[in-house]
Structure formats: C-alpha cells, structure tokens
C-alpha cells in the first residue's frame, strides 16, 4: 500500500512507483488534472501521461522525453463516444474502433478545430492519433481523471520503451509525480499505429494488432515505404501547419510591419505587436505557447514574424527545429 493517500496530500515521494490500487488511482488523477505527469501500465508499454488538454503538460513531456524536435504524441480515450468530439471518424474508424478498441491500434485522423486539446500534443499538425486502451489500470485513470490523457511511450527518446514499473523508474527516476505499478505488460510491444486520413488506410507503425488483422477488415492496406524506415519528422509532413507569413529568426532589431514572437523579459521595440513565449526566459513555457502563439501572429495584416532568438538547449532544441522549419520556404 502507498504510505499515504489522504486528504488530498501524498506522502509518495517523487518517481516513487506505487501499487495501481482504486487509491493510488484516485492519486494519479488528481495530480494529473494539477498539469502532472504520471507514469502508467497499458497493455502495450508503459505510457507517460499528461493532461492532453493542457499544453504545459504536454511542453513537460516533451522536456522529459528529451527528443530533439517535436513528434506528436497519443492521446488516449476511453473508447469511441470519447473518440468523436476530437477528430473527424468515418465509417473505417468507426468499425476499427469497433473490433480493436479498447486495445492495441491507434487511428491517426482529422482534428477537430474544436477538440480542445493541446496544439502540441499534435505537434502543429492538424491530425490527432487517438487509442483506447484496454488495461484495466489505464481505463480505471482515465475514468477518474475525467480528462483525455497524452501518452508516448515512459522511455527517453531513443531507449526502448518499456513494459514494467521498474523499467520506467530506471528511465525517468525523479521526473514523473508517480508510477503506477500495474505489472508486466500483456503485450509488451507499442500499438499499431493505421492512418487514416486518406482515400487507402496507410499502416504507419506495425505493433500490438497485427497486418493481417487489419487485412481482414479493410482489404488491402498500405504501408509506409520499405526504404521510408526512419519514422518521418512530423515538420516534413504535407499537413503540417506552417504560417502563411515568412518567419524570421533570430530577431534583435524590427522591420516595418512585423509581429514579434519574444522571449525572456526584454523584448525590443516597435514592432507592430509583440507576443511573448516565455518572459521568464522558461522553455517548457514557451514550448507551450509556440503553435497558440505562431498561429495567432499569422495575419495578413503584418508582413513577416520576427522571432527572438531561443536558447539551443533542452526544449529549445526542439522550439528551434520547428521554428527553422517555419522559417524556411
Ligand atoms: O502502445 C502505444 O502506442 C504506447 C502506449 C503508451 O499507448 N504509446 C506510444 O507512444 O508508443 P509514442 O509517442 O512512443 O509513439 C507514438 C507514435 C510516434 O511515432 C508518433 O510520431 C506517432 O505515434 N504519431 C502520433 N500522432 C501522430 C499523427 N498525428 N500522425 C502521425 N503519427 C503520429
Ligand atoms: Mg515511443
């Protein structure tokens, strides 16, 4: 048993890995709907969740993930009447979700402009990968959290992800509120992952449900090409949202008729107006505010967004990646 799990304080001490009881549950939604990240079992892997509907939750997932640029993460649902207020599903979702959920495929489709979920969670597209999964721990959080809940896989960018409660202290030690210890994982490899926001479902990752599964509900499906084996950098995709204004980066003086996208507490003057991603110079902050903040700027009104420059390193190597991506046309 948790050491104590009352009155609304915890005596867990941080990455301490606590037995998935109704309890350590109720724990594990309160901290999450407070902007915390909670480590949690999936049939699949080990899922390293955050409010999705929150981008400082979603900046610090990033932050802990330390990947170099922003790859958009899973947002997970309780099951397909959850699924329909966040993206656009048609009748091949509906009946995958159907067969598959709750379990191990993840459909990637169009984004409500409403859905209400973090931008980054996205990573600026204007798709959303959407699971339900079938761990008892995993529904259990997500009923009590009352929130959709961002998850990749509770590993460093780069390590293999992993399938028990110990895996996930080893990689994260002190960075998540809790780790809820719901055993091995069943399946123990990550989700399918089938997009289907084209006229052909496209297998994107292979995982949990297998091809031949999928098969027997759509017919053929295609796959990402052999040689396309690097997963691609979600920037590089056509869907990707990129401002219709040039983007200048590394910003110091103005230019006639720009909009600037600051940073830190000082911030040059005259531009034509002037957003700040983070006025205490904050990276999870401005990762937070980045597409919110670009979007907003994007008007025909102004003639360029000048940017200040940020910082290269944790979530600025990421910020920077995306903002270079803007940048160049
Ligand atoms: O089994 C799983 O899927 C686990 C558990 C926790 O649910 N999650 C997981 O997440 O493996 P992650 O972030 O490690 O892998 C998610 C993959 C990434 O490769 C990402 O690029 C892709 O899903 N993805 C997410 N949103 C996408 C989108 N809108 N379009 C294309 N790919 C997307
Ligand atoms: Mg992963």
Known sequence: MPPALRDGTSAVMPGKIVQATPEAISEAARLLREGNLVAFPTETVYGLGGD????????????????????????????????????????????????????????????????????????????????????????????????????????????????????????????????????????????????????????????????????????????????????RAPGSLPSHYAPSLPVRLDARDPRPGEALLAFGPKAPAGFSEVLCLSRKGDLVEAAANLFAMLRELDRPEFSAIAVMPIPEHGLGLAINDRLRRAAFR
């Open 52 to 231: 999705a509907t929150s981008e400082t939750a979603v900046a610090r997932i990033f932050a802990i993930k330390a990947r170099p640029h922003f790859n958009p993460v899973i947002v997970h649902v309780p099951g397909i009447a959850e699924a329909e207020p966040l993206a656009e599903l048609d009748e091949r979702a509906r009946e995958a979700a159907r067969r598959f959920w709750p379990g191990a495929l993840t459909l990637v489709l169009r984004r409500r402009a409403d859905a209400g979920l973090s931008l980054l969670a996205s990573a600026g597209l204007d798709t959303l990968a959407l699971r339900a999964p079938a761990h008892p721990v995993a529904r259990q959080l997500l009923r009590a959290t009352g929130k959709q809940i961002a998850a990749p896989s509770a590993n460093r960018s780069g390590r293999v992800s992993p399938t028990t409660a110990a895996h996930v202290a080893d990689e994260l030690g002190d960075d998540v509120a809790l780790i809820l210890d719901g055993g091995a994982c069943s399946v123990g490899l990550e989700s399918t992952i089938l997009d289907l926001t084209g006229a052909v479902p496209v297998l994107l990752r292979p995982g949990g449900i297998t091809r031949e599964e999928l098969i027997a509900v759509f017919g053929d499906i295609a796959s990402r090409r052999a040689d396309d084996h690097v997963p």
